[in-house]
């Protein structure tokens, strides 16, 4: 298939019907006018807008996020922003008869449910400049201002962002939060407005390389090699509306590398699985987990806002991946699955046992501290030594600990692998070696993560 | 014991007594009117000088090595010197009826066996000053010199520097050949010049620090840390009679810290043991080998000048161990045996096989490689992945090689580990592997050495 040929149907997918365009337009405007009506009875002095990619009109078939903003004035107290937002969200709800629920970003929003449709309402700042936002999300609208006008002057890039949008989701980079550490929506309509299409995004996008990609629509700064200084990190895209920030920081290394290395791919053989991945075919579960040595750790969370949850699980994962690392086991690598209840901590390692013996390094021999350590080891405990190796006095000596659930076990007594989780972990958790580790939940979804997790093959490439 | 009881008791050993030195001083004569004869004989211009430790009278009793060069004009060719420096020490062999062997240093010289002495005859340029030398013996005259006009002036320091030799005797550190890579007997009478006594001396290394400590006995560079700055080496010892040259520059980091820990051990506890080594127990081998994980190489190698063996060998452990540790296995150390003609190569491992699965990296996902790596794994051999971590592919594969004698094998086959070497391993080597690495020679002293190395500790050493 050629490239035009699969971004043809791609765009067939989606760019919105006519018909769907006029269902999403209704729910806006009855939210809309809900709140309004809201902030009227409550007697609040807002402005409700629609923001993000409905207002942009960038968003995908099927797959669309309605953001409305209250705006305040910036005399508004935090905590009357909050408290009046919330109440104005609610009401509305009411009069529409939708669900809802509270979510937390800077601060704390409410998502309704309006005809199946999720309508974020966000309390926000309405200020005259994004260099004087009194939080992240003041920013927003000068986003939404931004990219509409852009595209009000090129609006054949609305297609081309929608197919962006769908091959970052495609790929699993899709999204800033830190489950993801990808790309946002945002993100990728200043890309798209760059580079003027899909296709050459994709082309400029195969020969990136971290830490050396700099983009400044706006041509804030004159050097763009003094941006690089500036912002150390993989890819930088300043903000047009503010140069401080660079819009792509939250892209990790392995989000920006899996975005290079599927454009590099998909240049070589396009395909639509870089936008719709197949249904993956089901693997032999226990076989994989009998030839690897994989170790879990199940304990149980309480609910906690996405990117704290998530925040909190990556540093649990280095954490115990540098403890496992430090007790003398290679770690290949290392894999979280939450159903929001439960949590299940994965690590591949070289072994699930150490050798009995390992090699102990002490102190140099010119250092005070060498008495304490000849005392010690002569007195019993070393199989060799102690003996001189480089400037240090080394002894082999008995490993104390030799199974990973021994190592772990430790750990997890020992170490603070962050403020939730060690408390979870402390309440009680469960671990699981070799083929045990399919039983660590029963949730379906689980067993097809693992096995996916173990396969580690990325269903766009292709040889 | 006292360290003052100690010294005693050592110098009762180590000073000569009157009828030894009698019987040592009639030989050096006899040879040298020997070589005088033999040059006469022979119309060769030459003059015969005694240097070494018996002209600076710093020799330890029963433990004597003669030197006598025979030092020509700095007009006589380089090829002359060698042909008639021999000549001349072969017809004093025969005039004496002594036994000889040729020898390699930087040029070849005699060692003669007169009345059960060794005596090295070695032919050399008499040149004005050491700057003018031409090859490194050429300097040994100065050196004799200038030890004996220092030691003259403070003739008490003579029995100070027998106690530091056998002291670097006892703890293995005596001799600057690339086998011990220690200290040579003019280093040590220097630092005793340096310091006034055995005991300060100790008590100076005590302190010492590798590549942090610099003597200058005369005084030839005015800035300490410029002399650290040009000579990179563990020890600096500014040589009195050439500014140019380290003394101590043949130390290797461990021989200097060897120094350093026998020095704060002999502080603490001071011992005969430090000096004269006692005899160690027997150790049970085989147990040693099963509770460890050793594997030994055995070939056969020609005679060679012993620097040049000893070159050979330690770059031979050097890449092997190399070579172990990219394919996976972890050295915890490596040694060597020889008896001149078997040569057994022994590393100890963490483990004698490694685990099934490897975690390989492949090219960044930047880079033009990435299309080999990618296709090469997609059609077999990857157990998972290709996946991307940071910004390189990766996979998880099958190890092609499980055991240390497969590993070893290939490295052999493919791999020059010097020249000398990899040549007699071409001819034909053995593998031993375990227990049976007591097997790899019949010689009693290799199972001794294989012991002590294994058990790897100092006989000095006490709690």
Redesign the interface.
């Given at each position: 298939m050629s490239i035009d040929e699969v971004l043809r149907e791609v765009l067939q997918r989606v760019v919105p019907s006519a018909e769907e365009r006029r269902r999403v337009a209704r729910v806006v405007d009855e939210t809309l006018r809900a709140l309004e009506r809201a902030s009227r009875e409550l007697g609040v002095n807002v402005v409700a807008e629609v923001e993000g990619s409905f207002a942009k009109d960038t968003w995908l078939a099927g797959d669309v996020d309605i953001d409305i903003f209250l705006l305040f004035s910036p005399a508004t107290p935090l905590d009357e922003l909050r408290r009046q937002g919330l109440l104005v969200a609610r009401r509305a709800a009411e009069v529409l008869g939708a669900g809802w629920e509270e979510r937390y970003a800077s601060h704390p929003y409410l998502t309704l449910k309006v005809e199946g449709y999720s309508v974020d309402v966000v309390p926000a700042y309405r200020v005259d400049s994004p260099l004087e936002i009194r939080s992240p999300v003041d920013r927003t609208p000068f986003h939404t201002m931004y990219v509409r006008r852009s595209l009000e002057e090129r609006p054949g890039l609305r297609d081309e962002v929608r197919l962006l949008k769908r091959f970052a989701k495609g790929i699993g980079v899709y999204g800033a939060e830190i489950r993801v550490e990808g790309f946002s929506g945002y993100l990728l309509e200043l890309l798209t407005l760059h580079y003027g299409s899909f296709k050459s995004t994709i082309e400029a996008a195969a020969?990136?390389?971290?830490y050396r990609t700099v983009i400044d629509p706006e041509h804030h700064y004159g050097d763009l090699r003094e941006v690089l200084r500036k912002f150390r990190e993989p890819l930088v895209v300043i903000d047009p509306v503010d140069p401080r920030r660079n819009v792509a920081s939250p892209v990790s290394?392995?989000s920006m590398?899996?975005f290079?290395?599927a454009s590099?791919?998909f240049l070589?053989a396009p395909s639509i699985s870089f936008f719709y991945p197949p249904e993956r075919a089901e693997y032999a579960l226990d076989e994989l987990l009998r030839?690897?040595?994989v170790v879990a750790i199940k304990t149980s969370i309480p609910r906690l806002p996405e990117d704290v949850l998530w925040g909190q699980i990556k540093r649990a994962l280095r954490a115990l991946s540098n403890g496992l690392e430090r007790a003398g086991f290679?770690v290949?690598?290392s894999h979280a699955w939450t159903s929001g209840e439960e949590l299940v901590l994965l690590f591949?390692l070289?072994?699930l046992t150490l050798?009995?013996?390992?090699?102990h390094y002490g102190p140099?021999?010119?250092s005070d501290h060498?008495?304490r350590f000849?005392?010690k080891y002569?007195?019993g405990g070393?199989?060799?030594?102690?003996?001189?190796?480089?400037?240090?006095?080394v002894v082999?000596r008995r490993r104390k600990l030799h199974s990973v659930e021994q190592a772990l076990a430790k750990l997890i007594s020992a170490y603070n692998v962050g403020e939730h989780i060690t408390e979870c972990l402390r309440r009680g958790y469960e671990i699981y070696v070799g083929p045990r580790v399919a039983d660590a939940s029963a949730n379906p979804e689980y067993r097809a993560r693992l096995a996916s997790w173990?396969?580690?093959?990325?269903p766009w490439?292709?040889?």
């Amino acid at each position: 298939m050629s490239i035009d040929e699969v971004l043809r149907e791609v765009l067939q997918r989606v760019v919105p019907s006519a018909e769907e365009r006029r269902r999403v337009a209704r729910v806006v405007d009855e939210t809309l006018r809900a709140l309004e009506r809201a902030s009227r009875e409550l007697g609040v002095n807002v402005v409700a807008e629609v923001e993000g990619s409905f207002a942009k009109d960038t968003w995908l078939a099927g797959d669309v996020d309605i953001d409305i903003f209250l705006l305040f004035s910036p005399a508004t107290p935090l905590d009357e922003l909050r408290r009046q937002g919330l109440l104005v969200a609610r009401r509305a709800a009411e009069v529409l008869g939708a669900g809802w629920e509270e979510r937390y970003a800077s601060h704390p929003y409410l998502t309704l449910k309006v005809e199946g449709y999720s309508v974020d309402v966000v309390p926000a700042y309405r200020v005259d400049s994004p260099l004087e936002i009194r939080s992240p999300v003041d920013r927003t609208p000068f986003h939404t201002m931004y990219v509409r006008r852009s595209l009000e002057e090129r609006p054949g890039l609305r297609d081309e962002v929608r197919l962006l949008k769908r091959f970052a989701k495609g790929i699993g980079v899709y999204g800033a939060e830190i489950r993801v550490e990808g790309f946002s929506g945002y993100l990728l309509e200043l890309l798209t407005l760059h580079y003027g299409s899909f296709k050459s995004t994709i082309e400029a996008a195969a020969k990136w390389r971290p830490y050396r990609t700099v983009i400044d629509p706006e041509h804030h700064y004159g050097d763009l090699r003094e941006v690089l200084r500036k912002f150390r990190e993989p890819l930088v895209v300043i903000d047009p509306v503010d140069p401080r920030r660079n819009v792509a920081s939250p892209v990790s290394i392995e989000s920006m590398c899996k975005f290079i290395a599927a454009s590099r791919a998909f240049l070589r053989a396009p395909s639509i699985s870089f936008f719709y991945p197949p249904e993956r075919a089901e693997y032999a579960l226990d076989e994989l987990l009998r030839s690897r040595a994989v170790v879990a750790i199940k304990t149980s969370i309480p609910r906690l806002p996405e990117d704290v949850l998530w925040g909190q699980i990556k540093r649990a994962l280095r954490a115990l991946s540098n403890g496992l690392e430090r007790a003398g086991f290679v770690v290949y690598s290392s894999h979280a699955w939450t159903s929001g209840e439960e949590l299940v901590l994965l690590f591949e390692l070289e072994s699930l046992t150490l050798s009995p013996l390992e090699k102990h390094y002490g102190p140099p021999v010119y250092s005070d501290h060498d008495v304490r350590f000849i005392s010690k080891y002569l007195e019993g405990g070393a199989v060799a030594g102690p003996y001189i190796e480089g400037d240090r006095w080394v002894v082999i000596r008995r490993r104390k600990l030799h199974s990973v659930e021994q190592a772990l076990a430790k750990l997890i007594s020992a170490y603070n692998v962050g403020e939730h989780i060690t408390e979870c972990l402390r309440r009680g958790y469960e671990i699981y070696v070799g083929p045990r580790v399919a039983d660590a939940s029963a949730n379906p979804e689980y067993r097809a993560r693992l096995a996916s997790w173990l396969v580690r093959r990325y269903p766009w490439l292709s040889s």
